[in-house]
């Protein structure tokens, strides 16, 4: 396991999968899609894939295999809980080819949380089920730990539980150069400026243009957000992006509209 290693040179990646019936229902608004990928950014990784999947082990499974197979590390939020549809547990152990088991310190744990608490039963017990040679997450904020196997992170649904075990991994994962960004805010639509921001953003390899557009106040504007792992890089896209909005004649405001 590394600490705080980086390295600058690869572009680190991570897939993530949100997993359970309320979402995709509408029922419950996914807050952890954010989290993480501001996390991971930190860490020097990107987000690259989100899938939302429904409580099918057979979906969780296949979800698992493509994003892994395609990403450094694999997150998965959801369905680790104590009752008989949290079923990603069996789905990660499905993915990799071996079995569920009970993790002697994920028990000591939950045993320990739940003393004074009605004690561990069968559906608090679910909770220390994980992946054979799976370790732990550590979670200081409702005793059922996450859950780490190799390059896969299965964490709870719940965003401030799923925020305590991001809290726990930070500086273990190994990563690059975290990414940097700028934002310039226009009132114009982008549209009128398409040529100048491919023509900057070709010239700075380095660097990505997103444009945002938006219709506020009876007009219409976009926020320009370019991002670098490089800060010198940043730096001259900027400057080439405001240099060529004020060619143009237009205002522009930094840090976005």
Known sequence: MSSSVTNNA????????????????????????????????????????????????????????????????????????????????????KALGVEVVIHPEARSVLEGYYEGRGGLNEGRLRMARVPDGA??????????????????????????????MLDALT??????????????????????????????EEAHEDCQIGSYPFFREGRVGANFVIRSTDADSLKSCVDSLTDGLATNGLDFTPGGI
């Open 135 to 164: 370790e732990l997450i550590r979670n200081k904020r409702s005793g059922a730990p996450g859950i780490r196997h190799g390059n896969i992170f299965v964490m709870a649904g719940v965003p401030h539980i799923a925020a305590g």
């Open 10 to 93: 690869k572009i680190w990646t991570a897939g993530l999968i949100i997993i359970g019936d309320e979402i995709l229902s509408g029922r419950t608004h996914d807050k952890n899609i954010g989290q993480i990928a501001s996390w991971l950014q930190v860490q020097g990784i990107r987000l690259a894939e989100v899938r939302v999947v429904a409580d099918d082990e057979d979906k969780i499974v296949a979800a698992v295999n493509a994003l892994r197979a395609e990403n450094d590390y694999l997150f998965t939020t959801g369905g680790i809980g104590p009752t008989h549809d949290d079923i990603t547990v069996d789905a990660v152990a």
């Open 171 to 200: 500086g273990e994962l190994e990563g690059g150069a975290p990414l940097l960004s700028e934002t310039i805010g226009c009132w114009t639509a982008e549209s009128e400026i398409a040529n100048l921001l491919r023509e900057v």
